[in-house]
């Protein structure tokens, strides 16, 4: 099982980036996903999470509005859309595969090795 996660980097404060997460080695239509992000000196913190079916999303206040959250499961891919990027935006960001969509990092199973968004001022 792997996740592989892309698209980081260095990006304007307005800016946008779009995060993939491609997945193999599992079946993905059967695992709901979540994205994470872990700024230098805190903990790693909930992003966003997408159900198996892709028809039921959530995000956490601080990127609400901003960020899109997708899948398509015949490219066994992941997305996350991130526009109106922010400094407080910087971090390394985790793709997460589990049986639930929740907020939890418990509730998921397989980590992908994370990207790093850096948004500049």
């Known amino acids: 099982v792997q996740l592989q996660a892309s698209g980081g980097g260095l990006v304007q404060a307005g800016g946008s980036l779009r995060l993939s997460c491609v997945g193999s080695g599992f079946t993905l239509d059967y695992h709901a996903f979540g994205w994470f992000r872990q700024a230098p000196g805190k903990e790693r913190e909930w992003v966003s999470c997408i159900n198996m079916n892709g028809d039921e999303t959530a995000y956490s206040n601080s990127v609400k509005g901003r960020f899109t959250v997708s899948r398509d499961n015949a490219k066994s891919t992941v997305y996350l859309q991130m526009n109106s990027l922010k400094p407080e935006d910087t971090a390394v960001y985790y793709c997460?595969?589990?049986?639930?969509?929740?907020?939890?990092?418990?509730?998921?199973?397989?980590w992908g090795q994370g990207t790093l968004v850096t948004v500049s001022s």
């Open positions: 997460a595969a589990g049986g639930r969509a929740g907020v939890s990092r418990s509730e998921y199973d397989y």
